[in-house]
């Protein structure tokens, strides 16, 4: 049994072992799952010499080193001329120092992006350390925080917003200050690991055991609890996004007033994303954008991309004008993603990952990612 298949049974077999890991989490376990099993396969009766001499592979090969005069080279595999400013584009090179490729894994309003190495086949190995951020200049992300070898796999998602950066540490929620700055924190020691967390402007917020929503506006500051009778899907400061049963709460953070939205369909574990304007969700195959002004929602997107396929996980994330669903590979690097313009209704597809937040659009264009200004 390789590190992360002990990392995976611990998690498994925790007090809350009754309940489903959430979708990113558990896309990640069948894919490191299904990569050890396939390295085992090939290796047959080697594979402990293999472990035991030869670090994890990564899952995908380095992106050799390139020529500045790269950095200006416009897109040429999607054309999102109508969506984002192309004198804004800018390009974030995977390649981390120590030659593991960068996985983005957040986008805040201001332009930041905030990522981990990616896992190599067992899914924990001594290169894939570390909290890395890249942002509005473009070039190669730089070292945050560090992170301890062995906790690799509990890292399936973070969160970045004014109050600063939040990531899992284990089965605790760890923090950083405003941009990054100050010594890293536990915010919640108890966290258990699987329930959502968030951190938009002033705030963090996450779940807790389900039905308990706990907030703070500093890494290491006091927390707020409130009991909110159902589980945490978005949010979008001042409003948490609950769902009970297929009903969606809005719950205000600052006092707890909650406050009933809309009944979904069918969907019993709907990937959902809000900003101060809408909500959107992912529903039976289709998006829906609810205005959250207007009280009114439409079907954005008819038929999403391998909606219907259980090998891939959707995320949604929201900005100022587009959102974006994205549909995961959860055995192989690969995704597709579709663009809304919420304003137009202009649908565009993109062939890889993309995050939008504020006046942002991130997206993975052949080995690298690139970074643009949203046209307003």
Known sequence: MDEFERTVGKLLTSPFKDEDPPAPLQGRILRRTAAARRRRVAAGGMVAAAVAGLGPVAVMQAVPERAPADDLAPVTATDL?????????VRIPRELP????????ALNKDGTVLGVPQAGDGGNDARSTGIWRAGPDGGRPALVAETAPGTRAYLWAMAAGDAGYLWPDGERLSCRGPA??????????????RDRFFADGPAFVWGRNA???????????????????GTL????????????????????????AVRDLVRLGASADP?????????????????TVLDRGAGTSRQAVRTLPHAADPTY??????GDRVVVYTAEHQDEDVAESVLFDVRTGRKVRVGGEAWAAGGWLLWREGADYRLARVRS
């Open 81 to 89: 001329g109508a969506i984002v400013k192309r004198g804004t584009i």
């Open 211 to 229: 039905d308990v929503l706990r907030v703070a506006t500093s890494c290491g500051g006091e927390t707020r609890t409130y009991s909110v009778g």
């Open 271 to 287: 990937v959902l994303a809000a900003n101060s304007r809408l909500i959107a969700w992912a529903d039976g195959g289709a998006l």
């Open 98 to 105: 120590n030659k593991s490729p960068f996985e983005a894994m």
């Open 313 to 318: 996980s959707g995320r949604i994330t929201a």
């Open 180 to 193: 990054g700055a100050g010594p890293s924190r536990t915010l919640d020691a108890a966290w258990g690991g």
């Open 233 to 256: 899907e978005g949010f979008s400061f001042p409003y948490a996004i609950v769902r009970a049963g297929a009903g969606l709460r809005q719950v205000d953070v600052r006092d707890g």
